[in-house]
T-cell receptor, first 117, second 116 residues
Framework: AQSVAQPEDQVNVAEGNPLTVKCTYSVSGNPYLFWYVQYPNRGLQFLLK??????LVKGSYGFEAEFNKSQTSFHLKKPSALVSDSALYFCAVRDRGITGGGNKLTFGTGTQLKVEL | GAVVSQHPSRVICKSGTSVKIECRSL??????MFWYRQFPKQSLMLMAT?????????EQGVEKDKFLINHASLTLSTLTVTSAHPEDSSFYIC????????????FGPGTRLLVL
């Protein structure tokens, strides 16, 4: 079974400071990893993904994430946070070795990011 | 781009009625679509996987006779909540997997259902 852990329910950061939203995962094989962002009463917006290759992945709105296989982590980062980044962030994983009906995304519980002036 | 739309965005209905929610992939064909349910301040719960031209695959604990899914074309999947009750009130989100694009899932904006 695959799983995702987002250990922080909420992260607070001052605007202009760097931010990190943590994610660790568990899969039996090799992972596809994703980050999504959700604004209030909206669906999820795709931010970035790791499929293969360079461990540092750059995505939308200045976000990036680093795949660390030994630590089974995929933390989301941004060098300088904006108030408009305040939202709910979800990490998700899929086992690339599973096909067909079992090939599903598993989401973490979400981390609420609050960026303050 | 990869745009997924949902309609309606909000719906209020009386207990016992049925509600249909549409999910469309606007600029790509999706052989696989997914339906999720999200409770306040919680993560997404996968309800079912919808495959074009075949029966949906439901997750454990989801009543397939209550949540009817039809994926009649490569761009449209529908979720019908039959005989809705107040406990069915929730935020329903669909997503579509874009084939050949490293299989990223793109999500619709969600539908807020309130059953009175």
């Amino acid at each position: 079974a695959q799983s995702v852990a987002q250990p922080e329910d909420q992260v607070n950061v001052a605007e202009g400071n760097p931010l990190t939203v943590k994610c660790t995962y568990s899969v039996s094989g090799n992972p596809y990893l994703f980050w999504y962002v959700q604004y209030p009463n909206r669906g999820l917006q795709f931010l970035l993904k790791y499929i293969t290759g360079d461990n540092l992945v750059k995505g939308s709105y200045g976000f990036e994430a680093e795949f660390n296989k030994s630590q089974t982590s995929f933390h989301l980062k941004k060098p300088s946070a904006l108030v408009s980044d305040s939202a709910l962030y979800f990490c998700a994983v899929r086992d690339r070795g599973i096909t067909g009906g079992g090939n599903k995304l598993t989401f973490g519980t979400g981390t609420q990011l609050k960026v303050e002036l | 781009g990869a745009v997924v739309s949902q309609h309606p965005s909000r719906v209020i209905c009386k207990s016992g009625t049925s509600v249909k929610i549409e999910c469309r992939s606007l600029d790509f064909q999706a052989t696989t679509m997914f339906w999720y349910r999200q409770f306040p301040k919680q993560s997404l719960m996968l309800m079912a996987t919808s495959n074009e031209g075949s029966k949906a695959t439901y997750e454990q604990g989801v009543e397939k006779d209550k949540f009817l899914i039809n994926h009649a074309s490569l761009t449209l999947s529908t979720l019908t909540v039959t005989s809705a009750h107040p406990e069915d009130s929730s935020f329903y989100i669909c997503s579509a997997r874009k084939p050949g694009y490293q299989e990223t899932q793109y999500f619709g904006p969600g539908t807020r259902l309130l059953v009175l």
